[in-house]
């Protein structure tokens, strides 16, 4: 089994993100996306940067934040990205923005 795998069953596991959620981050179809977890596949290219993005910004999130409240977090409209869904600035590959939002909310969790 891939390491990419195993980190899309962590993401889905253990920080509640849905097969759907997992998609949209990626630019994956969510049929696509419940292969990588059965480990039937292994997201490679632009969707493999996605995932590891994804995983890191779960990963600090859940430092911050209850779990089960990841998903929410990441599909609601957040003012510091211009009301844009966390999940939709990932997908459109600026890990960089949601990074920071996240740096400011560790800030103020100190």
């Not at 696509?32 to 600090?60: N, Q």
């Amino acid at each position: 089994m891939s390491a990419l795998t195993l980190e899309a069953r962590r993401v889905h596991e253990d920080r509640h993100l849905t097969d759907r959620l997992i998609a949209q981050a990626t630019g994956a179809a969510p049929s696509t996306a419940r292969d990588w977890l059965a480990g039937r596949s292994a997201p490679t290219g632009a969707r493999a940067e996605r995932l590891i993005e994804l995983v890191e910004i779960t990963d600090r999130l859940s430092r911050i934040m209850d779990p089960d409240y990841i998903p929410v977090w990441l599909a609601r409209p957040i003012e510091a990205l211009g009301d844009d869904k966390p999940i939709e600035v990932l997908a459109r590959g600026e890990y960089r923005r949601v990074a920071q939002v996240i740096s400011e909310l560790e800030d103020g969790v100190s």
